[in-house]
């Protein structure tokens, strides 16, 4: 192991798998060292208080080794001459030059501890800015536990370059640099034997940096993997229990589980090998140093106290040599996660404003909601079943309440999606208030439109501030009018803490009617001239479909309602109904 013969080279090789050519290697290593550039560059100008920090605490810290080898060095050489006032003024200068360097370590560290966290908390807002602006299709095409390990796994890895690893693999290189200086001043043929030596180990070491990349990243989308099964199981309990499916999803659990434990084992075969071969190497570097170290005295090339010097530097420099080539592999290891993310970050944003067409003028300021010729079809379904929407026109007048009715998969849901501004139209125009939206932001578009699904979602928190979500800046007052409006002030008061009760998670702890009824006093509070309810009374009992009516029949004329409905005394409230299909 000491001399890592080439049967053994052999078998590292062999570890790695589907390697390609080597041309292919080559790219990999360039891609390697950009994402490293890049994955720096996210500080923006920071980054250079970042390293330099590093920079500093590493050089201060070597700084303070060398001067612990220079005091052995003077304490050698000049004790036996008896010249004690030579050797108390040296020691007093030496011991002087290390408090320096560690007043200046300490600074540093500081520093750098304050951009490592900084540039975490820049990382984390710009992932939770992108999953705001990502296209609703992104949402349906993706499994919400994958976007999850992302934010939990990935990201929390990537915070750890900036944390430690890459603090932990330039902090040694600084060093190894620091001690490499004086060692060579102070004898430089031992110095290189030692240098030579070392370097064969560090170069072992790098050929496993690119394969512990490979693994990490697998057990990165393993982990993906795992989190939508374990989110699937914690959502759709219920569903698990009444139809036994909850075995199958364990079961599937643990299949991925295997997986993820069968490539951590290759990770730990790969530090295995780094352990063995750096401890088979330090020992081998012992020897040369106590050979030739006695060898270059003898020959009168150096002199014992430089010897001395030289072991204490060595000593640092040997235990800095093993520290880059244990957490540098780890560094590009932990580069795969940062890959991840940033992979993430190049995933195309929701427009500001439509796309594709052209401005048309403005239609009639009598409409709330005007759509004329609309083309429209899904990505998945466009070049087998055509068109799902064809030249479809509507037009609702101001203060009307209209409900749109038909068979199931006529375009209903689709027709709401589009409202809402989640998908582009391939033809046709829409207009809200008798303005073009093509002409607004997503943000103007949806300003103007206020919208109750069939399935309500509240937040985490309390009654009152899932209402006031629908305006941030309301008062007190204006949320319980909205709650009235919608017939859930009543309920709200008699609740434990009245509209300070926690709702749980998604509404756990209220009934579905008590969550519809939240949902349109939230759509109420927003003030929008529009109201789109999609299905919102098809899960509720008689009971709680009248009091929602109810609250529709209170809000008739005061805004535009529009209701995708298929009950009868739900489609009795509208003033005229669209039939689709």
């Given at each position: 192991m000491l001399f890592m013969p080439e049967n053994v080279i052999k078998g590292i090789f062999h570890l790695w798998e589907n390697e390609g050519s080597m041309e292919a290697k080559m790219k990999k290593k360039i891609s390697t060292w950009n994402l490293l550039v890049r994955t720096i560059r996210v500080m923006g100008k920071r980054s250079v208080l970042y390293l330099v920090s590093i920079v500093m605490l590493s050089a201060s810290?070597?700084?303070?080794?060398?001067?612990?080898?220079?005091?052995?060095?003077?304490?050698?050489?000049?004790?036996?001459?008896?010249?004690?006032?030579?050797?108390?003024?040296?020691i007093l200068a030496i011991v002087a030059g290390g408090g320096i360097s560690l007043l200046i370590y300490r600074f540093f560290c500081v520093r750098y501890n304050v951009e490592a966290k900084r540039v975490y908390g820049v990382i984390y807002e710009k992932v939770l800015d992108l999953e705001m602006k990502l296209p609703y299709a992104y949402y349906e095409k993706h499994h919400s536990g994958e976007i999850m390990s992302k934010v939990s796994f990935d990201l929390g890895r990537m915070g750890d370059i900036y944390g430690s690893r890459l603090r932990r693999t330039m902090t040694p290189f600084l060093q190894v640099i620091v001690f490499f200086v004086p060692m060579l001043l102070l004898s430089w043929q031992l110095t290189l034997c030692l240098v030579a030596v070392n370097g064969i180990m560090l170069a072992i070491d790098m050929l496993m940096a690119e394969p512990m990349?490979?693994?990490?990243?697998?057990?990165?989308?393993?982990?993906?993997?795992?989190?939508?099964?374990?989110?699937?199981?914690?959502?759709?309990?219920?569903?698990?229990?009444?139809?036994?499916?909850?075995?199958?999803?364990?079961?599937?659990?643990?299949?991925?589980?295997?997986?993820?434990?069968?490539?951590?084992?290759?990770?730990?075969?790969?530090?295995?090998?780094?352990?063995?071969?750096?401890?088979?190497?330090?020992?081998?570097?012992?020897?040369?140093?106590?050979?030739?170290?006695?060898?270059?005295?003898?020959?009168?090339?150096?002199?014992?106290?430089?010897?001395?010097?030289?072991?204490?530097l060595y000593g640092r420099f040997s235990d800095q040599f093993l520290e880059l080539g244990k957490y540098f592999p780890e560094l590009i290891a932990y580069?795969?996660?940062?890959?991840?993310?940033?992979?993430?970050?190049?995933e195309e944003r929701e427009p500001e404003h439509m796309g594709g067409l052209k401005a048309a003028d403005n239609g009639n300021s009598d409409m709330a909601v005007s759509m004329q010729d609309i083309d429209f079809s899904y990505e998945t379904a466009a070049q087998q079943d055509g068109l799902l929407l064809n030249q479809f026109c509507m037009n609702i007048r101001q203060g009307e309440c209209v409900a749109i009715t038909g068979a199931s998969g006529c375009g209903k849901t689709t027709v709401s999606k589009l409202l809402l501004g989640l998908y582009p139209i391939k033809s046709g125009s829409i207009c809200i208030e008798g303005k073009n939206v093509l002409s607004m932001t997503k943000r103007e578009w949806r300003k103007n439109i206020a919208y109750v699904p069939q399935e309500p979602y509240l937040f985490y928190g309390s009654v009152m501030e899932n209402i006031r979500m629908g305006r941030l800046d309301a008062t007190d007052e204006e949320v319980m009018e909205a709650a009235r409006l919608a017939n859930a002030h009543d309920f709200i008061i008699n609740l434990e803490n009245g509209y300070d009760t926690e709702v749980g998670e998604r509404g756990s702890r209220l009934s579905g009617g008590q969550r519809q009824r939240i949902a349109i006093a939230r759509a109420i509070l927003k003030r929008a001239p529009v109201m789109l309810l999609d299905e919102a009374t098809s899960a509720l009992d008689n009971e709680s479909e009248q009091l929602v009516n109810d609250a529709m029949k209170k809000l008739q004329r005061q805004m535009t309602i529009i209701m995708i409905a298929h009950r009868p005394s739900t489609i009795a409230l509208a003033d005229r109904v669209v039939e689709m299909g």
């Open positions: 810290l070597a700084m303070f080794g060398v001067f612990s080898a220079l005091l052995m060095k003077c304490v050698v050489d000049i004790a036996p001459t008896g010249d004690m006032r030579r050797l108390i003024g040296t990349r490979r693994v990490s990243r697998s057990l990165s989308g393993i982990n993906s993997q795992m989190t939508q099964r374990l989110s699937d199981l914690l959502q759709g309990m219920e569903q698990a229990r009444m139809y036994r499916t909850g075995e199958q999803t364990v079961q599937s659990y643990i299949k991925e589980n295997d997986k993820y434990v069968r490539k951590s084992r290759r990770g730990i075969v790969f530090n295995a090998i780094l352990s063995s071969s750096s401890n088979g190497f330090d020992l081998l570097c012992m020897l040369v140093f106590l050979l030739l170290g006695v060898f270059f005295v003898q020959k009168g090339f150096t002199t014992l106290g430089a010897l001395a010097a030289i072991y204490t580069l795969a996660y940062a890959q991840n993310i940033f992979d993430f970050l190049e």
